[in-house]
């Protein structure tokens, strides 16, 4: 049409506009060439206690990136400026938090750790109506973080949403207790009933300020992979008459050990009071893999002679091995709601117990909640197992002041077995209220891969392996949506925007100008601005 009028030539406006023309689509095109990122993240625990309200409040945002803390947009900084930006975000109202853990969190420094720890109390005894994110540093991460922290008026910006709805209840919250025995000699005859029980219990769930994140390496991997070990070498003498002692050993898993021991309550609330009667005595493993020294915490002192002697060995033993040593006696605050250690719970219910831990000072549950807890000293954990089952088999076997190793040659202790299972427990998150299996579509507890990998395991040392389910009767309410996938992409300033709308308008000036020539274009433009007037004056009356 237009180029015809001139027969086929091109004209210096023709090529401009040709130019602008290419301009505009290219600018298009390059504005919807960026593809959306994903990055997987983790949300801050989002809790109830009672009415009161706690952790991040809010899933949903959409929102630019920024590393300015003073940002409306979604604040991004490493773990380590998290402690120190803390008064400022709680002060201030960004539409979201996208915290960058570290590749290695156990490389971090002491004073880093200590930081952090601090921090995360702060985190947890907050109500924050922002979603706050957590995310570990990746290449992809990095990338994205770099840009955003050098952007300026000119280069594109981050855009970062998550399109979740918002979190529900978990509702009911389940658990699940394991047990299986290990019988001591007489039992076949009949006198089973009658012998004396030591329990080995430790729960095998974990508390953390990222539920996705909380594997629970020390508190309590370390206690559960002991317990398995225990189980694993007293098997190896039960099973032979001249070597099976005269105690029955009970092995004990319960759920829900950082929601107040709720399950070691269910299970002694449930358990056959006459099993419980022979229970002269539970030990509790609880954080033993990274603490050089070691705290026997007990709420009353023993005065059974058998006790006695137990604590007893105990101290001789931790002697004989350089452990350092101490017992801790703590009486029970039966006014207080919250318990403090495993034991407290069989103490309630007159049974003598202590629990062993690397923790020197009691803690309320939330107190345990962190993480940092992804890893163990091997050396220290090893240590501490063969030090409980030297303790346990001189007990057994009345071995008391004898200076000799039980578990050696044959009877060794096997590291391969516990790294390996340790491993295994760490993988995923294991906090009791996210621990949910999935049978044929519907949430299963049972199916739940950590309980029936303990039950599996369980089962090849010890006998009468049995799993009991309970729902949790607690005053805390959990809430779902821990993690999210983040989407991330580049979108252009305001500065393109306005640079690309005069690019836009001064073309279509130029077409105009060029089908009606300068005089033309602009008489064309003074009637469109009259009519415009005309038309919000009529409007007015």
């Not at 002692?245 to 319960?254: A, D, E, I, T």
């Not at 318990?339 to 062993?356: D, I």
């Not at 001064?506 to 300068?518: N, S």
Request: contains cysteine; hydrophobic residues 40%.
């Amino acid at each position: 049409g237009i180029n015809a009028e001139y027969g086929g030539r091109k004209t210096p406006q023709m090529a401009t506009l040709a130019v602008l023309r290419r301009v505009i689509v290219a600018a298009l095109l390059l504005s919807l060439a960026t593809a959306s990122q994903q990055i997987t993240a983790h949300r801050l625990l989002q809790y109830d206690r009672g009415v009161s309200l706690h952790g991040s409040r809010n899933v949903w945002f959409k929102a630019p990136a920024s590393t300015r803390s003073d940002t409306a947009g979604v604040l991004m900084l490493r773990m380590q400026q998290l402690p120190a930006s803390l008064p400022d975000l709680l002060n201030k109202s960004c539409s979201a938090v996208l915290v960058i853990l570290p590749e290695k969190l156990n490389q971090l420094s002491e004073e880093s750790k200590n930081d952090w720890r601090a921090a995360e109390r702060v985190l947890l005894q907050q109500q924050l109506n922002m979603p706050v994110y957590f995310t570990r540093s990746s290449p992809q991460v990095e990338e994205i973080y770099a840009h955003v922290a050098a952007e300026s008026s000119t280069t594109d910006e981050y855009q970062l949403s998550v399109n979740e709805g918002e979190a529900s209840p978990i509702s009911p919250v389940l658990g699940a207790n394991l047990q299986g025995w290990l019988d001591g000699a007489g039992a076949d005859s009949g006198a089973g009933g009658s012998l004396p029980t030591l329990a080995i219990v430790a729960h095998y769930d974990s508390i953390g300020v990222v539920p996705s994140l909380s594997h629970g390496a020390d508190d309590n991997g370390s206690g559960v992979v002991a317990l398995l070990e225990l189980a694993r070498l007293f098997s190896k003498l039960y099973k032979r008459i001249r070597t099976q002692g005269k105690y029955n050993l009970l092995f004990l898993l319960p759920g829900a050990g950082r929601i107040n021991f709720s399950g070691t309550k269910y299970w002694l609330e449930e358990v056959d009071p006459q099993l419980l009667q022979n229970v002269e005595f539970a030990l509790c493993l609880d954080s033993i893999g990274q603490a050089n020294g070691l705290h026997f915490h007990v709420s009353k002192r023993p005065k059974d002679p058998e006790t006695v002697r137990l604590f007893t060995e105990f101290k001789r033993t931790a002697l004989e091995m350089s452990i350092p040593f101490d017992v801790t006696h703590r009486k029970i605050d039966l006014s207080d709601p919250e318990v403090y250690w495993q034991h407290e719970v069989f103490s309630r219910k007159r049974v003598l117990g202590a629990t062993l831990s690397g923790h020197q000072h009691p803690k309320s549950s939330f107190e345990h909640a962190t993480l940092l807890d992804v890893n163990v000293d091997m050396n220290i954990l090893e240590r501490n197992i063969i030090f409980v089952a030297e303790v346990v088999a001189r007990h057994i076997y009345d071995l008391q002041g004898k200076d000799r190793v039980v578990f050696k040659d044959s009877l060794a202790f096997n590291p391969q077995f516990v790294q390996a299972w340790h491993s295994v427990l760490v993988q995923e998150n294991s906090m009791q209220a996210y621990l949910t299996g999935d049978k044929d579509g519907d949430k299963d507890i049972e199916s739940v891969k950590l309980i029936e990998a303990l039950e599996s395991v369980l089962s090849k040392y010890v006998n009468s392996v049995r799993k009991e389910v309970f729902a949790l009767n607690s005053a805390t309410k959990f809430y779902d949506t821990i993690t999210v996938q983040i989407s991330a992409f580049k979108a252009k300033p305001v500065s393109f925007d306005i640079i690309f709308s005069f690019v836009i308008v001064v073309y279509l000036f130029l077409l105009l100008v060029f089908m009606k020539g300068f005089d033309g274009a602009m008489e064309e433009l003074a009637g469109l601005l009259r009519r415009s007037k005309g038309s919000k004056s009529r409007k007015h009356r």
